[in-house]
């Protein structure tokens, strides 16, 4: 018989039900028997005998069920006991049995469903699927391990944010409470004097998302008031009751970090029975309680803590296994920036740990992780990108933004936008058309417009991208009082590669550029063979109708700088 494997998720006693009722008479023997924390169950057919023996005893140690009956087995157990049973198959050296782990570790990864390439964030996104997100440590604390209370001050903490943006940040992390070894808790009120006047000021500011570091439930949820858009929780949702559920109501991604005691204590003596195994099985855990209170799958982060409540040789077997932690099906981060272990390994202090953050970060993208948590946002960012072209063959996405300007000076303000433009993180200006004077369409008597088209490489989604623009927009002064009116500056998002997305605040290709002069002949003149809805734009352009006068006035002087 061929081999042939099927897994599935079954967090809730009624997925179990229905998960062991499709499998037929041998799952229904087997309900009752189902130890509680069997949220993975799998059955297997055909050959290899011998492996999947090895897989069903090593599953079995760690407190599975295995049934058999015949070619059949039928296996649950957690996530620690699968992949302690991976690990078996890898360590035996037999070719069937790595290609038994393979598939098995394959099918566990595809229960959770297949991941977007962007992690909705209320009206943001984290763009997990497309490359590492880099998301920036801000201590609004005095007594972090790193930065000593320098952020301490909302200004401070605004202006660090505003920087860590600027280098590439596609995250911002707020955190009122240092969770560093040894550390005292602080009250919820004295959290919340800490932080809500940072994400107020920042949620009408910046266009990334941004997340609060809280294990408590009233800290989240004012903060999600404020304008926070992701719950970052060390305690994986354990030291407080309520804080599921305010990540459910609100429907925000969460990271479910795992740590071993508190704060005060985690580095007291801490020990395992099998770290990655065990750290799977809290995870697991503490994905079913999400699960529970209603947050869905595709917002759970996972996160294996490095440095809470973990020795330097737990550390390092972590980081060595991180593959292991895509079997949650969840984007994995991972935050081992400036931390203990690497001043263990080099003898240096934090301020002397930033290639070993660097190599940790590097390592870890090999292994698969989505996001990494930092302090040192620009050097990251880069070590990231390189990790991203060399393991996943990451390419910055191809962009055409048009430019329209007929209040003030417009050619001025074309080329003030187009040098703001050049200045967004991970963002380069390719090719810029020449300028057009161009009609102007609808109702309302107005000047001629200016026109011009961009084209850009980026690492910007394109909601941060067409945000971005929004923003260059309002700091240029426009004002949105009628529609079709004079405007100082528009900038629409053209095409962004070969993507099509339908939201509210982002829509590409751009539903109306095929029917529009001022967009088609400025791109025509920088691509013309670009395609879109079935044509090229040189197409689209002699397929136009007779209509809106457009003249050709000239190169855009130079914007660099």
Same mark, same amino acid.
């Given at each position: 018989m061929e081999l042939a494997i099927q897994t599935w998720e079954a967090y809730t006693p009624a997925a179990r039900r229905r998960v062991l009722a499709d499998l037929g008479p041998v799952g229904r023997s087997a309900l009752s028997e189902l130890p509680s924390g069997a949220c993975h169950i799998g059955l297997l057919q055909g050959e290899p005998r011998q492996a999947f023996a090895a897989l069903a005893a090593a599953i079995e140690q760690r407190g599975g069920l295995v049934r058999r009956r015949g070619d059949t087995w039928l296996i649950a157990g957690s996530l620690g006991a699968? /992949?302690?049973g991976i690990a078996a198959l890898r360590r035996s050296g037999e070719a069937c049995g790595w290609e038994l782990a393979r598939r098995v570790e394959a099918s566990l990864i595809e229960d959770s469903g297949r991941p977007a390439k962007d992690m909705p964030c209320r009206d =943001?996104? !984290? +763009?997990v699927g497309r490359r590492t997100v880099v998301m920036g440590v801000l201590n609004v604390t005095p007594d972090s391990f790193w930065d000593g209370g320098r952020h301490l001050h909302p200004d401070a903490a605004v202006a660090r944010a505003r920087e860590m943006v600027a280098e590439g940040a596609d995250v911002i992390d707020i955190g009122g409470e240092s969770t560093r070894p040894g550390a005292e808790p602080v009250s919820a009120a004295e959290e919340l004097r800490r932080? !809500? +006047?940072?994400? #107020? =000021? !920042?949620? *009408? #500011?910046? %266009?990334?998302p941004l997340s609060i570091d809280t294990y408590k439930a009233e800290v989240a949820e004012r903060a999600l008031a404020a304008g926070a858009h992701i719950i970052n929780d060390i305690s994986a949702l354990r030291f407080d009751p309520a804080m599921a559920e305010v990540a459910a109501a609100h429907d925000v991604p969460v990271v479910l970090m795992h740590m071993q005691g508190t704060p005060r204590d985690m580095q007291r003596n801490p020990t395992y029975d099998a770290v990655v +195994? &065990? $750290?799977l099985d809290f995870l697991d855990a503490a994905i079913g309680r999400a699960l529970a209170a209603g947050v869905r799958r595709e917002l759970i982060l996972v996160d294996p803590g490095i440095g809470? *409540?973990?020795t330097l040789d737990h550390n390092l077997e972590i980081l060595r296994e991180l593959e292991a932690f895509r079997l949650t099906g969840c984007p994995v981060l991972l935050g081992p920036s400036r931390k203990s272990f690497i001043g263990n $390994? !080099? &003898?240096?202090p934090p301020l002397l740990r930033l290639e070993g953050t660097a190599a940790s970060i590097a390592l870890g993208i090999k292994a698969g992780v989505s996001v990494v948590r930092v302090h040192d946002v620009e050097a990251m960012r880069r070590t990231a990108r390189v990790a991203d072209a060399i393991v996943r063959g990451y390419r910055p996405a191809r962009a055409f933004l048009s430019l329209g300007a007929n209040l003030g000076d417009p050619v001025a303000q074309l =080329? #003030? /936008?187009v040098r703001r433009l050049r200045r967004l +993180?991970? %963002? =380069?200006?390719v090719a810029c058309s020449s300028v057009y004077r161009t009609e102007p369409v609808g109702p309302v008597a107005q000047d001629w417009f200016y026109n011009l088209v961009l084209e850009v490489e980026t690492d910007l989604d394109p909601v941060r991208l067409v945000a971005e623009g929004l923003r260059i927009e309002d700091e240029l002064g426009r004002r949105r009082t009628v529609r079709w009116g004079p405007r100082v500056i528009d900038i629409d998002l053209v095409l962004y590669g070969d993507e099509r997305m339908d939201r509210p605040d982002c829509r590409v290709p751009h539903p109306e550029s095929h029917r529009r002069r001022f967009v088609l002949q400025p791109l025509v003149e920088l691509a013309p063979d670009v395609r879109w809805r079935g044509r090229s734009a040189e197409e689209h352009l002699a397929n136009l109708p007779p209509g809106q006068a457009l003249e050709y006035w000239g190169p855009l002087e130079d914007t660099a700088g």
């Open positions: 699968w /992949a302690h =943001r996104v !984290l +763009p932080v !809500l +006047p940072v994400v #107020e =000021r !920042l949620a *009408g #500011e910046v %266009t990334v +195994p &065990d $750290i809470f *409540g973990k $390994i !080099l &003898d240096v =080329r #003030e /936008a +993180p991970g %963002t =380069r200006v």
